[in-house]
Nanobody
Framework: QVQLVESGGGLVQPGGSLRLSCAAS????????MGWSRQAPGKQRELIAL???????NYSDSVKGRFTISRDNAKNTVYLEMNFLKPEDTAVYYC???????????????WGQGTQVTVSS
C-alpha cells in the first residue's frame, strides 16, 4: 500500500510565499513522475507542475515563473515552492506520483489527500 501525505498549506497574504511538501511511503519500488495539481471551488482539478524521474519539468501557464517544483529522491518527497501568490491561487493542492510497487510491475498513479492553500488579505 502506498500513501502520499501533503503538508505546508495555510493562509497567506497576496504576494506571499508557501512551501508544500509531499512524502510518499509504503510499498514503493520506484517512483516515476511526481507532481502537483490543484482544485479551486467550482473548477476542475488542473495539473500545475510535473517533475519526471529524469529531471524534466513542466508548469502550467498559470504558475510558470512563480512556482518551483523539486524532489528529494532519497526521501521520496516532492516539494512545491510557491512565490508571489495571488488570490486566484486559492485551492486545495494535491500531490501525485506514478509509482511501481514491485520489481517489473506497472506504474500506477497515486494521490495525496490534499492541503488547503488560501491567499487572502
Amino acid at each position: 500500500q502506498v500513501q502520499l501525505v501533503e503538508s505546508g498549506g495555510g493562509l497567506v497574504q497576496p504576494g506571499g510565499s508557501l512551501r508544500l511538501s509531499c512524502a510518499a511511503s509504503g510499498s514503493i519500488f520506484s517512483i516515476a513522475d511526481m507532481g502537483w495539481s490543484r482544485q479551486a471551488p467550482g473548477k476542475q482539478r488542473e495539473l500545475i507542475a510535473l517533475l519526471t524521474s529524469g529531471g524534466r519539468v513542466n508548469y502550467s501557464d498559470s504558475v510558470k515563473g512563480r512556482f518551483t517544483i523539486s524532489r528529494d529522491n532519497a526521501k521520496n518527497t516532492v516539494y512545491l515552492e510557491m512565490n508571489f501568490l495571488k488570490p486566484e491561487d486559492t485551492a486545495v493542492y494535491y500531490c501525485t506520483a506514478r509509482i511501481a510497487t514491485v520489481v517489473g510491475g506497472t506504474v500506477n498513479p497515486y494521490w495525496g489527500q490534499g492541503t488547503q492553500v488560501t491567499v487572502s488579505s
